[in-house]
């Protein structure tokens, strides 16, 4: 098992910026990628950004430039950096990991919104 406690949402104006984190513990050892997804309201949730063990990154077309992943080993946790914030980033973002073979766990959920 693998558990995953997200923090750092809030209210920020448009071009704000803000910082998500994921703590995670439990079987760590087992995780192969870790990243962040979101959900806004009456849409489907999709992938942000996603982050491997050996530091490969990946994002969705529509935060390139503007999020960043990254990861501290030591300890266990997952951060996501979103800068110049827009309205349509407007979401619940959740932290997912992964593990090798195939398991997939959520965190609770964080409420980011962004104001214009």
């Known amino acids: 098992q693998v558990q995953l406690v997200e923090s750092g949402g809030g209210l920020v104006q448009a071009g704000g910026s803000l910082r998500l984190s994921c703590a995670a513990s439990?079987?760590?050892?087992?995780?192969?990628?870790m990243g962040w997804y979101r959900q806004a309201a009456g849409k489907q949730r999709e992938l942000v950004a996603a982050?491997?063990?050996?530091?490969?990154?990946n994002y969705a077309d529509s935060v390139k430039g503007r999020f960043i992943i990254s990861r501290d080993n030591a300890k266990n946790t997952v951060y996501l950096q979103m800068n110049s914030l827009k309205p349509e980033d407007t979401a619940v973002y959740y932290c997912?990991?992964?593990?090798?073979?195939?398991?997939?766990?959520w965190g609770q959920g964080t409420q980011v919104t962004v104001s214009s």
């Open positions: 997912n990991a992964v593990t090798l073979i195939g398991n997939d766990y």
């Open positions: 439990g079987r760590l050892f087992s995780v192969n990628a």
């Open positions: 982050i491997t063990s050996g530091g490969s990154t």
